[in-house]
């Protein structure tokens, strides 16, 4: 079992910035993968950013690509998310989740088997 906890979200105004951090605990080092979903209100949950376990390879969304960043610290067993140039549109609930995924499949959230309980993000216009 693997357990992750979010930190991080709050109100920021368009083109702030804000980091998101997610820490793993339990059986992490079986996952391939770590990565970032969001949700917004009346929406599906939807790929932000993933990075790969092994090589340090990353994959974003065309929307976030240019703003946001994903990093690991593999002794905190840690995912960051740095978020730059915030919009009111990137408002939602943001997850971190894991998981022993194939590359082909990073963007497909039933993918992840191990979820955070989420943390809100807010950008006011």
């Known amino acids: 079992q693997v357990q992750l906890v979010e930190s991080g979200g709050g109100l920021v105004q368009a083109g702030g910035s804000l980091r998101l951090s997610c820490v793993a605990s339990?059986?992490?080092?079986?996952?391939?993968?770590m990565g970032w979903f969001r949700q917004a209100p009346g929406k599906e949950r939807e790929f932000v950013a993933t990075?790969?376990?092994?090589?340090?390879?990353?994959y974003y969304a065309d929307s976030v690509k240019g703003r946001f960043t994903i990093s690991r610290d593999n002794a905190k067993n840690a995912v960051y998310l740095q978020m730059n140039s915030l919009k009111p549109e990137d408002t939602a609930v943001y997850y971190c989740?894991?998981?022993?995924?194939?590359?082909?499949?990073?963007?497909?959230?039933?993918?992840?088997?191990?979820w955070g309980q989420g943390t809100q993000v807010t950008v006011s216009s």
């Open positions: 339990g059986r992490s080092n079986s996952m391939s993968a």
């Open positions: 989740a894991a998981g022993n995924i194939f590359r082909l499949s990073v963007r497909n959230p039933r993918e992840y088997d191990y």
């Open positions: 990075i790969w376990w092994s090589d340090d390879s990353t």
